[in-house]
C-alpha cells in the first residue's frame, strides 16, 4: 500500500495502463513535459514520444484524431487541459464519438478515454471552473465519470480506459492535491455506473458527486454531533450511466432527499437525479426533493469574494440539511 | 498497335483496369440516378447523389489498395464506395432504409457509407467531422508501424469548417500517410466558391501546413488517378500527406429536397453537362481504340442488371424492427 494524492493516482492509472497495454497513449497539450497538472510527468522518457503526444493547441482536432486513431487498433488517453476548453471539441464528442456506435449499427465502436479537469473553487476564473457534466451525461453513447477520490480515480480511469465506450473522465481539479489516501499495489478497477456510499444514514438522503462530496461530509459531520441528524452521503462518482437503484434504495429508506451539486442550478444534472427521485421515489417521500447548486451565474467569477458566494460550501450544505430535517 | 502503357495520359494502367475504372464510373452514375428515381417514386424519403463527380471519387480512389487503406468519404462519394467494393445493392438497401443496410441498418441518412471490412469509416452531417478522423486513422497507422494509408474527401464547403484547419495542421506536423480530396464542384449547396475562399485554388494552402497541394481537372479521370496515385505513394513511403483539389461540378441538385434553379442558370448547367466526366472518358476510350460498341453495350448491360437486381433486391427487404431503435447505443 501506497499513500498517494488524486493527481498521483491519476499519473499512476495512465502509466500502469500504457504498461499493461501498448495500444494505450496518451494525447493533448503539453502532456510531452508532464501537463500543467503534471499528471503525465516522466512518460516522454518512459514510453517515448509516439505514445506520449504532444499535440497543437486544437481541441476538436484532439478528439477527432483520438477517434480515427481509436478505429485503427490504438485506445487513446485524450487530455483536455481544462474541461472549460472542451467546447471546440463539442461536435467531436457529440456528434462522432458518442454516435459512431450507433449510427453504424454496432459495427465501429469508439474506445476513447477524455480526461478533463474540471470544477471550482481554485480561483479559476470564469474558464478554469466550468463544471461540464450535464452537456454530457445528456448524450446517448457516452459514459461520464466524475471522481473526486485518489482511490476513485484510478479505478475509474482504468476502467474507462478499458471501456470500448467512449468515456469523459472528469477529474475535480481542487481535489488533486487535496489529501492521500492508501491505494492497494495491485491492478483494480472501479466499474462505471457504480455509486458509493459514503457515510450511512437514517434521516435524510444526500445525493452528490465530486468537489461536493467532501463538502458533504463535513456538513454530515456537523449536523450529526450538532443536531443529532443522521445523514446518508451517496457519492454517485458516475453520471452516466448513474446508479438509480443505490440513491432509490437510501430514498426509501430515510424518506428524504437532498441532491448537492456545483454546477448551475437549472439543468444541472443533479435535477436529473431530483427529478428521478420525484417520479419514481414519490411514495417514500416525507419532504420535498431538495437541491442545492451554484446559482445561475457564469461559474466562476475570479475574486475569491464572489467565487465563495457562489458555490456551495459545507455551510450552505449544513443549512439545507437543517431545513430539510424539519419537516 | 501500341501497348496501353505507351498511350500519354494512361497513368501506366493496363487496358483491363482502364476499362474497370469506366466501369465503376458508370456503376456509380447509375445506382445516383436510380437513387434519384426512387425518390421521386416515394420509394425513399431522402436521395443525395453526386453525378458528375465521378471522374473525382473514382479515380483518387482506385489508387488505393481497397481493404488495406482507408476510406473516410462524405456524402456524394457513391463513387469512393463503389471503387472500393461496396454494391449497388448495399446502397439502395441505405437508401430505403432497410435492416440488412451494412451502413447503418437504417440509423443513417443514404449516402453515409460505412463498413468496417473494406474499411469504409461510417460518416456523420457535420460537414468534415471526418478530416480529424482520417489523420487519426492515419497517426495510429504509423504509430503501428503499417503501410495503411487514409483517403478522406470533403466538398468545397468543406474547406471552411475549423476541423479541416485542425485536421490539416496535425497531418502536416506528424507527417501523417493522408490525402485530402476536395471535390470542389464550386457550389455549397447554394454558395459560390468565391463566398467560401478568397482563393481561386485552394491546393494553395497545402502550403501552409507543410505538405503539397495540386490542383487537378475533376472531370478528367486519368488526371485525377495521377494525382491521387502520387499522394498514395508519399504517403506510403513516409513523406506525409497530399491536398488534392479537383475542380469538377455537380450535375445535379444538392439533394432531393434542393432546387437548384435558384441559384445556377441553366445554361450553366448544360455547360457543364457537355464535360460529362463518364462520356469524356468513354470518348478517350474509344478514341485509343480500347472498347468498342460492342464492349460498351456489355458494360452497361452489366450495370443496368445489377441495379435492377439491387432495386428489387432493396425493396423487398425487411425494415429494421421498430424496437431495434433502441438497441445498439453502447458497445459491450
Redesign the interface.
Known sequence: MAEKTMLEAVHDAMFEEMKRDERVIVMGEDVGEGGVFRATEGFVAEFGPNRCVDTPLAEAAIVGVAIGASLNGILPIAEIQFADFSHPAFDQLVSEAARLYYRSNGTWNCPITVRMPYGAGIHGGPYHSQSVEAFYAHVPGLKVVCVATPHDAKGLLKSAVRDPNPVIVLEHKKAYRLYRQELPDEDYTIPIGVAELKREGSDISLITYGMMMHHSLKAAETVHEQDGVSVEVIDLRSVSPWDKARVLESVKKTGKALVVYEDNFTGGFGAEVAATIAQDGFDYLDGPVTRLASPDVPIAPFAGELEDFILPNPEKITTAIRKLASY | MVSVKEIPGAMGLEREQLLDLYYKMFLSRTVAQRERMLNRLGKGPFAITGEGQEATQVGATFALRPGHD?VLPYYRDIGVAITVGQTPRDLLLALLSKSE????????MPS?F???KLRI??G???VS?Q???????????Q??GSD?V?LVTTGDGGTSP??TH??M??AG?HKCPVIFVVENNGYAISVRWSQQAAVPDVSVRAAGYGFPGVTVDGNDVLAVYGAAKEAVERARSGDGPTLIEAKTYRMVPHSSDDDDRRYRTREEVEAWGKKDPVVRFQKWLEEHDLVDRRKLDEIQQLAAEEIDEATEYAENAPKPAPESAL??????
Open positions: 482507408w443496410d451494412i451502413s447503418s441498418g437504417g440509423r443513417n453515409h460505412s463498413e468496417p469509416v461510417s456523420s452531417a457535420p467531422t478530416l480529424p478522423h482520417a489523420v487519426g486513422v492515419a497517426f495510429a497507422a504509430l503501428r495503411e487514409a475549423g476541423d485542425e485536421a495542421n496535425f506536423i438497441e445498439r447505443v453502447y458497445a459491450d
